[in-house]
């Protein structure tokens, strides 16, 4: 009898422990909350290429006035694998930042647009939710909307200029914040793909 009482008591009281330890993880949120690394998607694709979240030129030339848009995930041929500076972000205390520049700077969103600041309290509040273990969807945390292409469609990528791992050209899109149904998915990516004979001088990292 007295080993019965005493199941029943330390059954109930572990079943209810499962129970709260479950609620208390179905009741965390679904996002991400730190990580470093080029912000890549591929639901538009260029040849081989996916795209990444980009500062418009790079190397020493950036200009860190001017929108940021989605440029062709850089690839080179150096062993460090690096991805390049202007590609790289860290998501910290829900604001995205290039830190490899000083200063560093913020993502913040005006009027739908990618821009950048190096006041931290300019930074927009973004949240990065997961859609599985390793796509997201960035949402402003402010107006709900989500980042897109807009009005563009993939097709609609453009020549920058630049060419690299054998003349492979390097393309852009816009990036703008919308709908959420239309979000695309992004991924990190902490290290940038190989190609032979491209090596970019060590200021693109």
Request: hydrophobic content about 30%; overall charge negative; proline content about 2%.
């Amino acid at each position: 009898m007295f080993w019965s009482l005493l199941c029943v008591f330390s059954c109930t009281t572990t079943a209810k422990t499962k129970a709260m330890d479950s609620a208390n993880q179905s009741s965390e949120p679904n996002v991400i909350e730190e990580m470093s690394g080029a912000v890549v998607t591929s639901d538009c694709t260029y040849e081989s290429y996916s795209y990444a979240i980009d500062i418009l030129l790079s190397c020493g030339d950036e200009r860190f006035d001017d929108e940021l848009r989605l440029h062709t995930f850089k690839q080179h041929a150096w062993s460090h694998k690096k991805v390049f500076r202007d590609q790289k972000l860290t998501f910290r205390d829900e604001h995205l930042w290039f830190d490899e520049y000083q200063p560093r700077r913020c993502v913040q969103i005006e009027g739908g647009r990618w821009f950048l600041s190096t006041e931290a309290s300019s930074c927009t509040k973004l949240a990065l939710d997961l859609q599985d273990d390793a796509h997201f969807v960035i949402r402003d945390a402010s107006t709900e909307q989500c980042a897109t292409l807009g009005e563009a469609q993939c097709t609609d990528h453009e020549w920058t200029g630049g060419r690299e791992c054998g003349g492979i050209d390097h393309r852009y899109l816009p990036l703008v914040m919308g709908n959420c149904e239309t979000a695309l998915q992004f991924r990190f990516e902490t290290e940038a793909d190989s190609c032979s004979d491209e090596y970019p001088e060590e200021v693109c990292f």
